[in-house]
């Protein structure tokens, strides 16, 4: 089964990236264990959401946005999904890139502390992620993604465990949920990080790229249960060793290492570093991919990841996220947008889903069951809440 894990990998390396750790960091910080079990919801909510796009790419043979665009049979409904659709994640990728790369490079400042190389190192990986998106098919991104995720997981956890933490504490924030005062704006931050709309995107498409018969059903199931739930344990472990860090002020995961340094020595520092620059990597490859997948299925292009389209997409978002953090740039209009299309785009597309997997036509004997139902309602119900949430905070800015 080890050997066959692939696409969901990839999602869980795009949802452990710097928003997710820094929001990890926080919670962890502010609140201690109290909020883990958020983080419980939020993994079932994404396994639930991923499982059924995964099933949809391979039972289709297609990309998430080739079967909504073809059950949507009201051309205005159509356009105006695809609308939605194409603003939050293409344009939503571009504004959030830079965070990705920035989250990289805070890790590579740490291990290589040279000034004069510091504002090289956005380029620097930049270019590193150019050249292996180019010259790479989907065989080689996915052994590199097995590594990464491996390297971001034994540095966190092994941060976790120096700090030697309370296993019934830890079961206790898991399974009695709390909202300590001031918190419900950081539960749902920790949700929306690892909710990821652009994931579905991504899943279905990676899942299409993979498998192609229908029997491979239940090794898509098992990869995305177990590469989710190990990205979740990492998510963790992060809010894990920001607990057990004795400063309340943090606004990143090196902060939290700084803090833990005194008590544990240098280790810390270059063991959240290695984290951070790999979480930082592999969410820097995952937000342009996922925008050149959704282009290519809006636009009908065919040639799959060769297509001089789909790299000129990926290429553009990528070179958005270098140019805006090389240059200090922050396109808050942009940013705001992306968050409202993805405010509206989470819910729609929780909806699209669950009635796309329902659909004899489209799925056959692979349709949900009464309990994949009750979730997925569920779920959409939380998305819905969550996405109000995030355009009311976007409104409430202007």
């Not at 949802?15 to 079990?37: N, S």
Request: proline share 4%; with cysteine.
């Amino acid at each position: 089964m080890l050997k066959k894990i692939g696409p969901g990998v990839l999602v869980a390396a795009a949802f452990v990236g710097p928003g997710t750790i820094a929001m990890c960091t926080l919670a962890g910080a502010r609140f201690g264990y109290a909020l883990i079990w958020a983080l419980l919801i939020s993994i079932i909510a994404t396994i639930v959401l991923q499982g059924m796009a995964g099933r949809i790419g391979l039972v289709t043979q297609k990309g998430l946005v080739d079967v909504v665009r073809e059950q949507l049979r009201t051309p205005w409904v159509r356009n105006a999904v695809l609308a939605v659709v194409l603003g939050a994640i293409l344009i939503g990728n571009a504004a959030y890139e830079g965070g990705n790369i920035g989250g990289a490079t805070l890790g590579l400042e740490q291990i290589f502390p040279n000034p004069q190389m510091r504002p090289f190192f956005p380029a620097l990986i930049g270019i590193a992620i150019f050249c292996l998106l180019w010259f790479s098919n989907y065989k080689v991104l996915e052994r590199i993604f097995v590594g990464l995720v491996a390297l971001m997981g034994v540095s966190f956890i092994i941060c976790a465990l120096m700090t030697k933490p309370s296993l019934s504490r830890i079961l206790e924030g898991m399974f009695v949920p709390s909202f300590p005062q001031d918190s419900l704006l950081t539960v749902v931050a920790l949700v929306g990080t690892t909710v990821v709309p652009y994931n579905l995107f991504l899943h279905a498409s990676l899942v299409r790229e993979k498998w192609k018969s229908q029997s491979d059903l239940k090794v898509v199931k098992w990869d995305t249960i177990i590469s989710i739930a190990l990205g979740g344990l990492v998510s963790m472990a992060i809010l894990i060793t920001a607990s057990a860090a004795p400063i309340s002020d943090m606004n990143n995961a090196m902060d939290m290492a700084k803090g833990l340094e005194p008590l544990f020595g240098k280790m810390a520092l270059y063991f959240m570093a290695i984290g951070l620059l790999a979480a930082g990597v592999t969410s820097a490859i995952t937000a342009p991919l996922a925008a050149a997948y959704v282009a290519s299925s809006c636009f009908g292009w065919e040639g799959g990841m060769q297509d001089k389209r789909f790299k000129f997409t990926w290429a553009f978002v990528l070179l958005c996220g270098i140019i805006f953090l090389s240059f200090d740039i922050k396109p808050i209009q942009v940013i705001q947008f992306a968050q409202v299309a993805n405010g509206v785009l989470l819910p729609v597309m929780a909806l699209l889903l669950l009635w796309v997997v329902n659909k004899k036509a489209v799925m056959g004997e692979n349709r949900n069951t009464l309990l994949q139902n009750v979730l997925g309602m569920a779920i959409v119900a939380f998305a819905i809440f969550l996405g109000t949430k995030s355009i009311l905070k976007v409104m409430g800015t202007l």
